[in-house]
């Protein structure tokens, strides 16, 4: 598998220091169990935050919250890595998200968002005020321009898609910020399956005028 996009840099730190949410991390870990690329850095961010935390504890921690920041650090780093390195046979799911999944992409209650939309809500891992859902894009379709109140991440697990910022194949994430405005429209050839976690409710661009108009009285 060739990957093309990978998280950014601010994402992998959050993610090594254990400061993101149960649903982003998630999202993480399943890039993580696909991307050799991504490992490497998390374990190079892993490895240079406890020589920073050893330096700084001579002077300003002491032994014991030094021990618990490291005890949370390694709990962190082996669940998630005893998590990817689990092989599995037969199946295209990559792990953990198959764990969360009672069937194949193909056999799951798919649910209709809109034409040509379908999602999937996954049970089990706590999105809070978010969502973390499978969407299933038919060929050819575009998802509603928007933008972002929180952090958005979109693995790609099947099939393709194309937005501003270019082609996302399986494999691949789109770690948005907050401000970016995209429009992704699925590939030609097939479905596209993507893994999608997002920290607040999306606000469709349509609704920024409205919103805008209300707020400074017009
Ligand atoms: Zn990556």
New binding site residues.
């Given amino acids: 598998m060739t990957?093309h996009h990978?998280?950014n840099d601010a994402t992998l730190m959050a993610y090594a220091a254990g400061s993101v949410s149960e649903s982003l991390s998630f999202v993480i870990a399943t890039?993580l169990s696909v991307?050799s690329?991504?490992r490497a850095r998390v374990a190079e961010m892993e490895s240079l935050g406890g020589a920073e935390l050893e330096s700084q504890s001579e002077m300003t921690m002491s032994s014991t919250a030094l021990d618990n920041v490291m005890a949370l650090l390694d709990d962190d780093f082996f669940v998630e890595e005893s998590k990817i390195s689990k092989p599995v046979a037969n199946s295209n799911i990559p792990s953990p998200l198959r764990d969360y999944l009672p069937h194949d992409y193909e056999a799951l209650e798919w649910k209709t968002m809109a034409p040509g939309v379908k999602y999937f809500t996954l049970d089990g891992v706590n999105a809070g005020k978010g969502t973390l859902r499978l969407l299933k894009i038919a060929p050819g379709v575009t998802i509603p321009e928007h933008t972002h109140e929180g952090t958005e991440l979109t693995l790609v697990l099947k099939g393709s898609f194309s937005d501003e910022v270019g082609r996302f194949k399986a494999g691949d994430?789109a770690d948005l910020d907050d401000d970016i405005h995209h429009q992704p429209i699925a590939d030609t050839d097939e479905d596209c399956i993507c893994l999608i976690v997002t920290e607040a409710p999306l606000k469709f661009k349509a609704m920024m005028p409205k919103l805008f108009q209300y707020f400074v009285g017009m």
């Fill in positions: 990957i990978h998280l890039h991307c690329t991504c994430i």
